[in-house]
């Protein structure tokens, strides 16, 4: 069945240091492929989300990039604050079916 | 984006009874969702709601166990039947479009 891979379980960086995140996919039908940050406590938030007809998305510090061929996307957090720490999910879902398959999650720990 | 409702925030059940989440949009939405997060891992589906219909139930999980009821585009309830401890997890409703909106969860424990 789909599956979603998610790369590292866990990340410790320093402040001010790039973050990378890595998922990868199985069902070659996803076409959109959205991230959530889910602080200790909190619900899940859509971050960032890019779709299948375009290679790279950035959004301030934030920018996800997808690969078609290798069915991979990920997740880069430039100049990484305290405020970052947190879970983040991947997800990919085939449009029109609504049915999002996560990763596992990475947790990351930005260390001031 | 929609602004869920999602009650009770949290809650301490005996095992054996049943537990009824509720989830109010403020929006009309076509589909709802309901997911399952155990403590410290990933999300999961649990159904789909839709109006007018039954749930779709994913695998692993049974209307027995989680009857879901939809009775118009704003609100959805699911409930936790006959609980044992290992349904003690967070359960959250979501809605599309562009990437889901979660509600604030339900902490369930079990005891």
């Known amino acids: 069945g789909e599956n979603v891979e998610q790369h590292p379980s866990t990340l410790s960086v320093q402040e001010g240091d790039s973050a990378v995140i890595k998922c990868t996919y199985s069902d070659s039908a996803s076409n959109y492929f959205p991230w959530y940050k889910q602080e200790l406590g909190k619900r899940p938030q859509l971050i960032i989300d890019?779709?299948?007809?375009?290679g790279e998305k950035k959004d301030q510090r934030i920018a996800v990039t997808l690969n078609k061929t290798a069915k991979h996307f990920s997740l880069h957090i430039t100049e990484t604050q305290p405020e970052d720490s947190a879970v983040y999910f991947c997800a990919a879902t085939t449009s029109g079916t609504y049915k999002y398959i996560f990763g596992t999650g990475t947790r990351l720990k930005v260390l001031a | 984006s929609a602004v869920i409702s999602q009650k009770p925030s949290r809650d301490i059940c005996q095992r054996g009874t049943s537990l009824t989440i509720q989830c109010q949009v403020d929006?009309?939405?076509?589909?709802m969702f309901w997911y399952r997060q155990q403590p410290g891992q990933s999300l999961t589906l649990i159904a789909t709601?839709?109006?007018?219909?039954?749930?779709?139930?994913e695998s692993g999980f049974v209307i027995d166990k989680f009857p879901i009821s939809r009775p118009n585009l704003t609100f959805s309830t699911l409930t936790v039947s006959n609980m044992s401890p290992e349904d003690s997890s967070i359960y959250l409703c979501?809605?599309?479009?562009?990437?889901?909106?979660f509600g604030s969860g339900t902490r369930l424990t079990v005891v």
């Open positions: 979501s809605v599309e479009p562009d990437g889901y909106t």
């Open positions: 890019i779709r299948s007809n375009v």
């Open positions: 929006s009309q939405v076509t589909m």
């Open positions: 709601a839709n109006q007018g219909s039954e749930a779709t139930y």
